[in-house]
Nanobody
C-alpha cells in the first residue's frame, strides 16, 4: 500500500503563514529525495521544494526565502513552512518523492491566499 496524506492547507490573507504536513508510507519515504509540488487551476504541476536524506534543500525561485521544507525520518513526515504567502501561491499542494513515485499522487491539500 502506497501512502501520501497531505494536511494543513487553508484560506489565509496575503502575508500570512501556513505549515503543511505530509505523512508518507515507507515505500515512498525510503527514497532519497522527498519534495513538495503544487498545481494551480489550469496549470501544470510544479516542483516547489525538495529535501534529501542528508538535509540538503532546494527551492523553486518563486518561493526562495519564503518557504522551508523539512523532514522527520523517525516519523516518515515531510513539512513545508510557508511564510509571506502571496495570491500566486494559491494551489493544491502535494508531497511525493523526487522524481515522483511511478508517479503516484495523494489527494493534496488546498492553499488559498486572498489579496
Amino acid at each position: 500500500q502506497v501512502q501520501l496524506v497531505e494536511s494543513g492547507g487553508g484560506l489565509v490573507q496575503a502575508g500570512e503563514s501556513l505549515r503543511l504536513s505530509c505523512a508518507a508510507g515507507r515505500t515512498i519515504f525510503s527514497r532519497n529525495i522527498m519534495a513538495w509540488y503544487r498545481r494551480a487551476p489550469g496549470e501544470q504541476r510544479e516542483l516547489v521544494a525538495a529535501i534529501d536524506n542528508g538535509g540538503r534543500t532546494d527551492y523553486a525561485d518563486s518561493v526562495k526565502g519564503r518557504f522551508t521544507i523539512s523532514r522527520d525520518n523517525t516519523k516518515n513526515m515531510v513539512y513545508l513552512q510557508m511564510d509571506s504567502l502571496k495570491p500566486e501561491d494559491t494551489a493544491v499542494y502535494y508531497c511525493n518523492s523526487k522524481p515522483p513515485y511511478r508517479p503516484y499522487w495523494g489527494q493534496g491539500t488546498q492553499v488559498t491566499v486572498s489579496s
